[in-house]
């Protein structure tokens, strides 16, 4: 691998870890020690180096960085730069010993608000950082209709549905066209390269839990419907469903959803509403309702149900879930126990998921689609060494 692959490499492990552990931390310490030595090797001889992303590519002082392909820290890195409104960076001499403060400062937060750059400038001088600078973008990358990469698609879906939630948690009214984009354009990067984006899927699991989970599960659930064959239209529709699968969370009070540790019998009686406020709340909406409404409808009301008749709500007599419904279970099951935040007390590993939704295949789920699920998402697990890193 060459120096500057492996600079990325190093502060693409060094961001996530940042995201997980504090500076004191073991793991911490290790990684920031690696991605020291990198940079300060690369600074060696010259005053100063340059990392810029373009199209989810990287370049190293002009020069493309060749990435192996399927590998998530270059895509990772670039998504990160754009949400802070950058291009890239500088390292100057003697960078190294800032790295840890850089960091801290940088890392992916639990707020995926996107920050201009004046913003994140401002961060970095807060945080003492002097000798590593946030560069603008390039110039009319945008405005040039440059086509979004991966990670810029699966941002952008996090960001509407957050847009999507907040409207909705305030009482107004979704924009649905909005989403449907979203969703369209998930579809078309699912179906061109279902890799990538079940990489950033798998990334995204310290985030935020509802809207980064919401697209993670529209992602799994695209794969899904690809490996079935399903025509774009209907891609598009799943996707679409699959991002409002969880709406009717935001109907239920913040404190329970960002409830810490495990819910009490109390609070689950409360979050067990939400597949049919999910429902209601689309329901509810001011507009004809099309197809892809009317299946987002049944999966908000549906994912719960498990496929023998048992699960959420309780109906009587027990209802068979439509297909989509059964694909979003799944997608949600599999990102709930690799995100560790609700229902597991800790993050699993997704071959551990895998191994754990194995038991339920032919009772919570659909055990064909359990086996299709396994095909799509096992392009990952041969992958590199870091998508298990973090579990
Ligand atoms: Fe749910
Ligand atoms: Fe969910």
Not at 110 to 118: F, G, I, Q
Not at 269 to 289: D, F, V, Y
Request: some cysteine; aromatic content about 8%; glycine content about 8%.
């Amino acid at each position: 691998m060459s120096a500057p692959a492996e600079l990325v490499r190093r502060l693409f492990v060094l961001l996530k870890a940042a995201s997980v552990y504090g500076p004191e931390n073991e793991g911490y310490r290790t990684r920031s020690r690696e991605a020291r030595e990198a940079l300060a090797g690369l600074l060696a001889g010259s005053g100063a180096v340059r990392l810029e992303a373009r199209e989810d590519r990287l370049f190293f002082n002009g020069a493309p960085i060749p990435v192996p392909p399927g590998e998530a820290d270059a895509l990772f890195l670039c998504g990160e730069l754009r949400r802070g409104g950058a291009g890239g960076l500088e390292f100057r001499h003697g960078a190294e010993g800032q790295l840890d403060a850089f960091a801290f400062a940088f890392k992916p937060r639990a707020a995926r608000r996107t920050r201009s750059l004046e913003e994140t400038a401002g961060t970095l001088r807060n945080a003492g950082v002097s000798l590593i600078t946030a560069l603008p973008p390039p110039d009319g990358e945008a405005a040039a209709g440059v086509p979004a990469g991966p990670a810029e698609v699966f941002h952008r879906a996090v960001e509407t549905v957050e847009h999507l939630m907040s409207r909705a948690r305030a009482g107004e009214e979704p924009d649905l066209s909005e989403a449907k984009a979203a969703a369209e354009n998930l579809a078309r990067q699912v179906a061109a390269d279902p890799q990538a984006m079940l990489e950033l899927a798998i990334l995204e699991r310290f985030d935020e839990y509802t809207y980064a989970h919401s697209v993670n599960v529209s992602v799994y659930s695209l794969a899904i419907g690809c490996r079935l064959g399903l025509r774009p239209a209907l891609l598009a529709e799943l996707g679409f469903g699959a991002l409002f699968h969880d709406l009717g969370k935001a109907s239920l009070p913040r404190e329970l959803i960002d409830k810490p540790g495990e819910l009490d019998e109390n609070d689950w009686r409360l979050m067990r509403r939400h597949p049919l406020l999910g429902a209601e709340a689309l329901l509810a909406l001011r507009r004809p309702l099309d197809s892809s409404l009317a299946r987002a409808i049944s999966i908000a009301f549906e994912h719960h149900l498990a496929f023998d008749g048992s699960g959420y709500p309780r109906l009587q007599p027990p209802r068979r879930q439509e297909l989509f419904s059964r694909i979003c279970a799944l997608a949600d099951a599999f990102d709930a126990m690799t995100s560790g935040r609700v229902y597991a007390k800790r993050a699993m590993s997704p071959d551990e998921a895998l191994r754990r939704m194995a038991q339920g295949a032919g009772t919570a789920f659909d055990p064909f689609l359990f086996r299709v699920f396994i095909g799509a998402v096992g392009v990952s697990r041969s992958a590199p060494w870091w998508l298990r890193m973090a579990a």
